[in-house]
């Protein structure tokens, strides 16, 4: 039997997720409609986000959902972003910060980013410090960010003297490095808004059967990918932390959090716990965007 869901338990609350026309972003904005939610999706695609939006509806007939067209991979379209979601709502009761990818070969944006670095950190880091009028106007508000386990294997300075080197690009190191950065990021965000009604925290969604891994992708990482997928768990199953952090009662209050399966999880490196280095780490994004 299908669990009981409130649908008045999030009346009133607009959401922004960004990604989520495929994979986890998809299944966290359908169940957060479904418990009443404003759903206002941050998509690339126009076709790709009707889809999801017109899915949505017909599972939550009820539903409220808008959409935002934003490329997340460069930072003039997340000013612009921001700025429309500050003409068109007055506040923002949560931000998931969904998207993410696994890049391909090293890409590096016409802003000079590498693809991943700028997608899965720098925009959230841009995103995230641009709508904080609007979070702060809801009174009590939270910021989730989907991060990964893949934390592990990731490094911020010693990466970022060979990030846009194609003789030393790893794109699988990068990712790790995007993922360390969304838990340090999280960690500063929560210390820097300690004592407002703004949360943050972050969290691994498990090994999911995903787009994440795609054609781009590498060769090992489709070898690996595909001989992973029968253990790996639904995109609906891995959307679970992120609709518990986004409206879950019980995490209200908490932040500066990792979580996993909804609960309270270790960090997998001493990387990740380092306040100097998440200090630092908001340096560098704040000298890399120009925001913060
Ligand atoms: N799958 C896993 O096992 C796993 C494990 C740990 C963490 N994660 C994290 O989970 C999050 C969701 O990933 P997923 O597994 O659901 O992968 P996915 O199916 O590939 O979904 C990624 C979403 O991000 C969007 N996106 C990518 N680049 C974008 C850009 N430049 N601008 C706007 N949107 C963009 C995609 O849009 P399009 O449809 O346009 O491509 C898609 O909606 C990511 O942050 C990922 O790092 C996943």
New binding site residues.
Partial sequence: MAAFVDPKLLHGKTILL?????????FTARELARRGARMVL????AE?AEKARANIVHAVPEALVDVLL?????LANVRELAAEVGRRYEKLDVLV??????PGPLRITTEGHE?SWV??HL?VFALTNLLLPQLDAAGKARVVT?????HWLGEIEASQAVRNDPDKYSSFAA?CD??LA?ILFTNELAHRLDLTGITANCL???????????PNSSWLLKTMWGLGKPF?VS?ER?AQTSIFLASAPEVAHVSGRYFKHSKPARLLSGNAQNRTEASRLWQISAEETGIG
């Fill in positions: 960004t990604g989520a026309s495929g994979g986890i972003g998809y941050v998509c690339r695609d790709r934003c490329d997340l991979s460069l910060n969904n998207a993410g990818v696994m693809l997608t899965n925009s989907v991060a990964s386990d893949g990712y995007s993922k969304n691994h969604p498990g090994i999911v059967d995903t787009g994440l891994v795609n790996m995109p891995g």
